[in-house]
């Protein structure tokens, strides 16, 4: 299986800290991305960090690459309860426009 | 701006039946993505498309066909459904412009008894 792997599976922390998951990929890499799930509904991009980067920030997200050890993290500072969600990483291999996600990491953030 | 259409929303199918998932996108995007969510397994690509009348393999294609007749139009068809496949299928797009994130329909939940 291509499909990349994220740490924690599952993460519970109180509101105003912070979220750190992880990222691993198998494959050589033109960029990638993080996306949000709320509830099982359709995923929602949030930040996309290429091959030659590595650091991005968005808002209170942020997103390092380290294409050597083929890992990725993303960071939420200072989180709310809306940020409870799933978040996954998804990597565009090079040379094709396949988009191969992640397993997940499961958020939950108490109020 | 609708972005991306799945329809049906739900569906029950029973075994060796066969049904068609559709995929509208009104972006004028390129490429198109069918994905299935099982629990615990994240996303896994299906089929992909890169534009009008291509199509070609993702991760798990075995049992499911698609099609892209037209370039808003992104059709996953199962010819005879199996239990294996009640999960809940995504669609997406994408432009081939510098922006490249996937836009994502709202999924349609499939059980196939």
């Known amino acids: 299986s291509q499909q990349g792997e994220e740490d924690p599976q599952a993460l519970s922390i109180q509101e105003g800290e912070n979220a750190t998951m992880n990222c691993s990929y198998k494959t050589s890499i033109n960029n990638l991305q993080w996306y949000r799930q709320n509830s099982g509904r359709g995923l929602v991009h949030l930040i996309l960090i290429r091959s030659n980067e590595r650091e991005k920030h968005s808002g209170r997200l942020r997103v390092t690459l380290d294409t050597s050890k083929k890992s990725s993290s993303l960071l939420i500072t200072a989180s709310r309860a809306a940020d409870t969600a799933s978040y996954f990483c998804a990597t565009r291999d090079s040379g094709t426009y396949k988009y191969i996600f992640g397993t997940g990491t499961r958020l939950k953030v108490l109020a | 701006n609708a972005g991306v259409t799945q329809t049906p929303k739900f569906r029950v199918l029973k075994t060796g039946q066969s049904m068609t998932l559709l995929c509208a996108q009104d972006m004028n995007h390129e490429y198109m993505y069918w994905y299935r969510q099982d629990p615990g397994m994240g996303l896994r690509l299906i089929h992909y498309?890169?534009?009008?009348?291509?199509?070609a393999k993702g991760e798990v294609p075995d049992g499911y066909n698609v099609s892209r007749l037209k370039k808003q139009n992104f059709l996953l068809g199962l010819e005879s459904a199996a239990p294996s496949q009640t999960s809940v299928y995504f669609c997406?797009?994408?432009?081939?412009?510098?922006?490249?994130?996937?836009?994502f329909g709202s999924g349609t939940q499939l059980s196939v008894l």
């Open positions: 498309s890169v534009g009008e009348g291509t199509t």
């Open positions: 997406a797009s994408s432009s081939s412009d510098l922006i490249e994130k996937l836009f």
